[in-house]
């Protein structure tokens, strides 16, 4: 027999990544989502009981660190403050935040990842360093960037954040033939816990858009309703968005918040009344080829304060928005099934960019990949270093 060998695992490590996330859990535990400010939690912990904790809420209120430091008190002396994003040392609409670490007497300090911002990244932890705070970096640092990714890809929303969410059999198909449906009830390739997945992603979006070919067939309700835990994320339902390029789609379907996206000429038409009496805004956008030009639907989501949407269509609506260059993250879901004939991709679907994968996640019985435009991996590097 050849010679055994130990792994030693080391439990402070173990320790650290625990209380990490406990702060992450903490940053998703928020009402509303928190843009265009990045979701931040943290956690104060003395002799190995959580003592204070909070989360970023919105732009203007207090950061992660100030309320978990207030909640501490005279115990954060001495204690190690666990955060999700470095402290910032930086004035913005609230004090930073370093300095209150340091007058509260806090002895250590653990941040997942450094700011993402390349003009004040590692600005907090070099003030905390050379006050004598001990400073350690890359505790959960893949969970954490992820957190924020929306803000590290638009440079803090200077645009929107576009995700695109499709799924598909083995055999590269949508859905089945269309022909074969007899109700309007979505049709899901897969399982319940991809469903949930889709659920947590949309908590994190201002907005989750659709073709109306799309509301036509499915009657989406495009909410969040499976997130139902605490920490898959706020709790603010996101808005729905159908794009409709000649304003078919049926009034009765839609209602209050509903976004309908349209052309122009459209816009003045009897179907544009109908639909506004419904309770829906209705706003043109600039069209190109007769289908919506996906750069205009993202200026009008900019309008609307809407700066993360979650792309829910069919492979059609699909391929413009890749054709355009405009997705950020492209997340596919893969059921263990083989349709033979169906929905497929339309003939020409050429995407202006390319994609670096991410992760690869089992969902039950079906995979879930995530492809990035931006490198995750190269982001990963930079806020660790």
């Not at 050849?2 to 998703?28: K, S, W, Y």
């Not at 070919?213 to 968005?241: F, I, S």
């Not at 209705?282 to 069209?287: E, L, R, S």
């Not at 950020?328 to 349709?339: C, H, K, M, Y």
Request: hydrophobic letters at 40%.
């Amino acid at each position: 027999m050849g010679n055994l060998h130990t792994r030693t695992v080391d439990p402070n490590r173990i320790q650290d990544e625990n209380f990490m996330a406990a702060a992450l859990d903490v940053a998703r535990v928020i009402g509303e989502r928190p843009w265009p400010n990045p979701p931040v939690g943290a956690v104060v912990v003395k002799d190995g009981q959580v003592v204070g904790s909070g989360a970023h809420q919105r732009a203007g209120q207090p950061h992660a660190e100030q309320v978990a430091l207030a909640q501490a008190g005279a115990q954060a002396a001495g204690a190690t403050l666990y955060v999700t994003l470095e402290p910032c040392n930086h004035e913005g609409r609230t004090p930073p935040c370093a300095p209150t670490v340091v007058r509260s007497g806090i002895r250590r300090v653990v941040a997942a990842i450094r700011d993402p911002n390349p003009r004040v990244a590692g600005g907090g932890c070099r003030f905390l360093s050379e006050r004598g705070v001990a400073v350690q970096l890359g505790v959960m640092a893949r969970e954490a960037l992820d957190l924020v990714w929306p803000f590290v890809v638009t440079g803090g929303f200077g645009r929107p954040y576009l995700e695109l969410k499709l799924a598909q059999s083995l055999d590269g198909l949508f859905a089945p033939d269309p022909r074969r449906r007899d109700s309007h009830a979505p049709v899901y390739l897969t399982g319940t816990l991809s469903r949930v997945e889709v659920h947590r992603r949309r908590c994190w979006m201002d907005a989750v858009i659709v073709g109306e070919g799309t509301v036509l067939a499915d009657r989406p309700r495009l909410d969040a309703r499976l997130a139902g835990k605490p920490g898959d994320g706020p709790r603010a339902r996101p808005r729905p968005v159908c794009l409709d390029s000649d304003l078919s789609l049926d009034p009765s379907l839609v209602s209050d918040p509903w976004l309908v996206l349209t052309g122009s000429a459209a816009l003045s038409g009897r179907r544009a009344r109908d639909l506004a009496r419904s309770g829906a805004e209705v706003v043109a956008v600039p069209t190109r080829n007769g289908r919506l030009d996906p750069e205009g639907v993202l200026d009008a989501l900019n309008e609307a304060g809407l700066r993360t949407a979650l792309l829910e269509g069919g492979p059609r609506l699909a391929a413009s928005f890749l054709q355009a260059g405009v997705v950020d993250r492209w997340t596919l879901f893969t059921a263990p099934v083989v349709l033979g004939t169906g929905v497929g991709w339309p003939a020409e679907r050429g995407a202006k960019d390319s994609f670096s994968l991410t992760q690869v996640t089992r969902c039950g019985q079906d995979t879930m990949a995530v492809y990035d435009r931006m490198s995750f991996l190269d982001q990963l590097l930079k806020v660790m270093a």
